[in-house]
């Protein structure tokens, strides 16, 4: 699988290479809270709920200054890398489906919503969160490895590290995170179950 993202990631595509998908989260976002809906889910929710103190159009605010802080690589991105989008076939060939959400975008993205799933349940979103370091670490260097395969020398630079590769990782956590919630939003389906959304300022990892 990291060396079919790999050359994912890797492609040259003409086509407008700004990272909109932060963008585009916000916009869905927005929408989601003109949503009547909504209004009346959170007014229903106990007064210690997150939803209270939490407004998820300033997460992403800062959302979008921690990743501008990152400076991560921009590169052409599947963007739903979900388990039921990813086909192994009898020879062992890996085919990534669905892909009407592939644009560029910030590097990690990929990675973190491949990540995410690690040893879960197809579509268990309501407990999101990355497996430990080392597996992160022995994937990513598994990556790593695929695109020094495509660009000789890519392991060689700085913002190549696998350093530099966690940390994106974790960040786009987040964005995955934000993604799931704007989903549901822009959906307009019931939020009974959704659960209560993540505060990314206390739960941003150091970028140390």
């Known amino acids: 699988m990291t060396r079919q993202l790999a050359r994912v990631n890797n492609l040259n595509v003409p086509i407008s290479k700004r ?22 889910h959170i007014r229903l929710l106990p007064n210690d709920s997150v939803f209270k103190s939490c407004d998820l159009r300033e997460e992403v605010k800062y959302l979008k200054k921690v990743g501008a802080q990152l400076n991560a690589p921009v590169v052409f991105c599947h963007n739903d890398l979900l388990g039921s989008n990813i086909l192994i076939v009898k020879a062992g060939e890996v085919l ?37 370091d080392a597996v992160i670490e022995q994937y990513l260097n598994y990556y790593i490895e695929a695109c020094n395969e495509i660009v000789p020398g890519y392991s060689d630079k700085p913002e190549n ?48």
């Open 19 to 40: 990272n909109r998908l932060i963008d585009q989260i916000e916009t869905m976002i927005e929408d989601g809270y003109k949503s009547q809906e909504m209004v009346n």
């Open 161 to 208: 590290s696998l350093k530099r590769h966690v940390d994106e990782v974790k960040v786009a956590t987040l964005n995955y995170l934000m993604i799931l919630m704007a989903f549901f939003l822009s959906q307009k389906e019931s939020m009974t179950g959704m659960g209560e959304p993540v505060n990314l300022k206390d739960n941003l990892v150091s970028l140390k």
């Open 96 to 132: 990534l489906i669905d892909l009407e959400y592939c644009a560029y975008g910030f590097r990690g993205i990929d990675l973190a919503m491949l990540l995410n799933q690690y040893e879960r349940e197809p579509f268990e979103y309501l407990d999101v969160s990355l497996p430990e």
